[in-house]
Nanobody, 121 residues
């Protein structure tokens, strides 16, 4: 069983920064990628950023150059892993609930409970 716990959300002014954390625990040997999604009110959930087990990162066009996804390589084990999403230059349109997701090659994907990010002056 894989569990994902997000933290780091909050209220920030436009132009500000936040760093989200996602701690994955359990049997992680079949996890091929970690991803961040977000869902704004009245909108569909969208993929924001992803990082593969090999370290390749990809981003949605709307966040390229502003967001950075990374892993805590020093403490990456088969049973615990931390993934970050550093968000700079935040805009009001970044306001959403941000979800951590783990892509599993042998099981259905896993989701965290979400953390609220609100960008407002």
């Amino acid at each position: 069983q894989v569990q994902l716990v997000e933290s780091g959300g909050g209220l920030v002014q436009p132009g500000g920064s936040l760093r989200l954390s996602c701690v994955a625990s359990g049997s992680l040997f079949s996890i091929s990628a970690m991803r961040w999604y977000r869902q704004a009110p009245g909108k569909e959930r969208e993929l924001v950023a992803a990082i593969t087990s090999g370290g390749r990162a990809d981003y949605a066009d709307s966040v390229k150059g502003r967001f950075t996804i990374s892993k805590d390589l020093a403490n990456d084990t088969g049973h615990k892993r931390t993934v970050y999403l550093l968000m700079n230059g935040l805009k009001t349109e970044d306001t959403a609930v941000y979800y951590c997701n783990a892509l599993d090659i042998i099981s259905p994907e896993h989701w965290g409970q979400g953390t609220q990010v609100t960008v407002s002056s």
